[in-house]
């Protein structure tokens, strides 16, 4: 199977998976087998693309430009991702409201601001200040015109640019070229984006525990297959059609011949903001008639 097919595969997972909650959210499914097959069949999905996020990682040409992209569309998504999974706004909302967790802001301002002033000197990599600040929309809630836009929780591209980050300084660890204090700078942000991730992200640290293990067991295939195995019973032990749904993206994953296959990166990029904006715009107008 080639990056392509893996695509398709997981975007089809992920695509019943949201459609399945958001019906369930909208009050138009009742949480019976039907709902609960179809989230089981998304279960592969983030498995297959913390896979695909691994494999890019040594393939890409611009490590930053890869993160930089995981980190615009983190944003992008934000707003789509609220709509369409905010249960309150399938119902009747009043208020027009703007707060901010200032407690957090304010605690993040002092080491991003030092962080900012040592990068320019030492040249630690940016792109781990740009994914800092562009989690701190986590501090922001927003109810506008009777909608939830922003409520502190992260989409999925978020964990994936943490991941991304990860393995950017587990790299950069053990080069040659490392400079201890630029380690230590590097390491001390992605510590407050891991702490940000694991309070307010979808699969939160755990999303990085797995992009994390994939990544040391890249080499070998059989210990990857391992080590995401071992991820899904720790994810999903507790619920059975869960967990059999997440192994089922080991299949495909081991099937994987290295092949690119068609390029279609920015459609499945897109695919992700645009599909949520859909399905919450039609299923809030569906509720409130």
Known sequence: MSVFVLKLIALGSMLLDHVSYVLRLSGHLSPGQLYYLGRAIGRPAFVIYCFLLVNGFDKTRDRKKYLDRLILFALLSQLPFTLAFTRSNYLALSDTLLRLDAVRLIGLLIPLLGYYFLVNKRRADGSLLSLLLALLISGVHCELGGLCLLDGHMNVFATLAAGMACMMLLSYGMSEERNWLTLGLMTAALGAELYLLQRDADYGLMGVALITALFLTRNVKPLQLMAAALWCFAEYRSYTPYLVGALCALLPIAL????????????????????LALLGTVFILLSRM
Do not use: D, I, M
């Not at 990166?265 to 903001?273: L, Q």
């Open 256 to 275: 994987y011949n290295g092949q690119l296959g068609r390029k279609l990166r920015t459609a499945f990029y897109v695919f992700y903001p645009a599909h």
